[in-house]
């Protein structure tokens, strides 16, 4: 399953292409490889004019191979089914079950290819795609591809269905870590597709991507959980995680009055100002009355007097 991993799983995002585009990426393909043919064979031929007939004919055919087979299979190999042409028309070539061709796709489309497209001139591609409903030609059918657009109309984004209410917080400890971004990709266009796809078909892409999710992370997806709700649910988790590590562990605040500082903190202390005096606050009934303020004591009781100043007057005796 590693061809869904690689983010190449483009084909739940698009759809078939019809006959117009791909007669148009076939013909730029061909005005290319042509034009690269007769400029090989002509440097060719003329490095090689020594050569006598046989030799010459084994040359011609061999660059043949080459060129008008070989270099067009190597392309799509290489470029994961997009040629020259299906690139200038937004086209791809994939596998039916949405991952990216390989050699072998590519060889059997090429060797097909020579007989429906080069060999008579394309009149049984042409009526092989239109008599099928996904509009693939002879050589799609053999290798198992489908040739699909790049370049879609847009829409109203897509819109990653939530997970069952009973799954939300089941899986909070499993760690996410290890799980490639394209894996991650792959997740949320099935989970965006997942209504459009055939039942079976769409069943076994679950099963495919829970089980790849299970060997990143450790976690196999539980017995009484369906794939595309384990899908659903470790998609949300991820998600809930990318929101608390950007805003932190708690709930965001919204404005400046929803701040509040931790009991630890001490109160800032207002400034004395020309502000109004609070007002008294009555004592509580309940609570016994204060004694009043004593007044302050005299300077003559919390001191000792001082002796009268001399006036030089003696009382008799």
């Known amino acids: 399953m590693s061809e869904l991993v690689t983010g190449e799983a483009v084909a739940l995002e698009l759809r078939p292409a019809k006959l117009p ?55 799509e190999t290489l470029s994961h089914g997009r040629s020259l042409g299906k690139l200038a028309c937004g086209l791809r070539v994939v596998r039916d079950d949405g991952g990216p061709v390989r050699f072998r796709h590519a060889l059997v489309r090429g060797a097909v290819g020579v007989v429906e497209i080069l060999m008579t001139f394309g009149v049984v591609a042409c009526i092989a795609s239109l008599v099928s409903a996904r509009g693939r030609r002879v050589g799609d059918v053999f290798a198992g591809t489908l040739v699909v657009r790049e370049r879609v109309p847009t829409g109203q984004a897509a819109v990653v269905p939530p997970p069952p209410p009973w799954l939300v917080g089941r899986f909070a400890q499993v760690d996410l870590s290890a799980v490639p971004e394209g894996l991650w990709l792959a997740v949320r266009q099935y989970l965006t597709r997942m209504g459009q796809l055939d039942p079976q078909v769409g069943w076994g892409m679950a099963e495919r991507l829970a089980a790849d999710l299970a060997a990143h992370t450790g976690a196999p997806a539980p017995r009484d ?78 001191q000792d007097p001082e002796p009268p100043p001399a006036t030089g007057f003696a009382p008799p005796a």
């Open 225 to 302: 959980v369906p794939p595309a709700a384990f899908l659903a649910a470790l998609m949300h988790e991820r998600q809930s995680r990318e929101v608390r590590r950007a805003f932190g562990s708690g709930p965001v605040a919204q404005g400046p009055a929803a701040y509040a500082p931790p009991a630890s903190m001490p109160m800032p202390v207002p400034m004395p100002g020309p502000t109004a005096p609070a007002p008294s606050t009555p004592p509580s009934p309940s609570a016994p009355p204060s004694a009043p303020p004593s007044a302050p004591a005299p300077a003559s009781e919390s």
């Open 21 to 75: 585009s791909r007669a148009l990426a076939v013909l730029i393909d061909l005005v290319v490889t042509f034009a690269v043919y007769i400029a090989v064979t002509i440097a060719v031929v003329a490095s090689t004019a020594s050569l006598d007939d046989a030799a010459s004919a084994s040359l011609s055919v061999a660059l043949f191979l080459l060129v008008l087979v070989g270099v067009p299979i190597a392309v």
